[in-house]
């Protein structure tokens, strides 16, 4: 059950290990990691429009550590509020930015400086104002009460140790009838004690990946409705997380859609 980590699990030293590796995805998006990263990635494996990617700042593309495509989910509409609850270097947030136009506001919030630095940078390449970039952690948005239309989430909440604090962030963030396009890591059966305990493997964002009825729970729980996995994506193909876990587990990854009720 990975909706919560296993209870012997030191969630501050994973918090670390996890900061540690996107910290150097920020620094050096080219070194050795467990997951696939950057544009060709992201539109061979995951749909992405290339020459939309092409028009961003490479320091934006070249960080993006996603699993799936939630700018794919549903519309943006102009003048809206969008929220990325774990934004890394930006590049889905510039995508959504783009769709709102000058009238919204897409707020990116990450706790990785280094990260942050990067959504920044790349926003004012791109000449987007209607992008601001937070400091703040996904159990703890820097966000007013229902006052987002769309949170995007790409990757992330399998990083959680416990899932249903941010989902219930997410539900107080946003609006009554507020969407919610995720995208994340789903496994078929449950991890074994020693992967789910492997910081290396969490960080990888396999090892806190919900086995995939548990999403339907999660989003049940904390009183979202319309849940459903829309699309499903072999995004660790060839990668040496893939070869950490074993093949019967089916370790890929879903776009999902949840909404706030009116
Ligand atoms: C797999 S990357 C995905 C980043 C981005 N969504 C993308 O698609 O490129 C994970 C990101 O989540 C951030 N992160 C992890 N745990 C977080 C938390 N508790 N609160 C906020 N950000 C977090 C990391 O700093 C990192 O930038």
Not at 188 to 208: F, K, M
């Amino acid at each position: 059950m990975a909706i919560s980590c296993p209870t012997h699990f030191d969630v501050q030293y994973l918090r670390e290990q996890v900061r540690k590796t996107y910290d150097q995805v920020a620094q050096d998006p080219s070194g050795e990691f467990h997951f696939h990263r950057g544009p060709d990635y992201a539109v061979r494996y995951l749909g992405y429009d290339r020459t939309e990617l092409a028009a961003l700042p490479e320091r934006a593309t070249s960080r993006f550590a996603g699993v799936g495509n939630p700018i794919s989910i549903g519309p943006f509409g102009a003048g809206e509020t969008v929220l990325d609850h774990a934004c890394g270097a930006g590049m889905d947030l510039l995508l959504a930015a783009r769709r709102i136009g000058p009238g919204g506001i897409a707020i990116g919030v990450d706790m990785t400086a280094g990260m942050r630095q990067n959504a920044s940078a790349a926003a004012q390449e791109a000449g987007m104002r209607n992008i601001v970039i937070r400091e703040g952690v996904y159990e703890d948005l820097p966000v007013d009460d229902e006052s987002v239309d769309v949170v995007i989430s790409n990757g992330v909440i399998n990083l959680a140790p416990d899932k249903e604090i941010v989902l219930r962030e997410i539900v107080r963030v946003l609006k009554p009838g507020g969407r919610l396009y995720l995208a994340d890591v789903i496994v078929q059966r449950e991890l074994s004690l020693s992967a789910r305990s492997n910081p290396d493997l969490w960080a990888a964002c396999v090892g806190g990946a919900l086995v995939e009825p548990e999403l339907y729970r999660l989003v049940d729980n904390v009183g979202m409705v319309a849940g459903s996995v829309v699309r499903r994506f072999n995004c660790f193909l060839e990668t040496s997380a893939e070869r950490k876990v074993s093949s019967d587990l089916f370790v890929h990854s879903v776009n999902f859609f949840a909404r706030k009720p009116e």
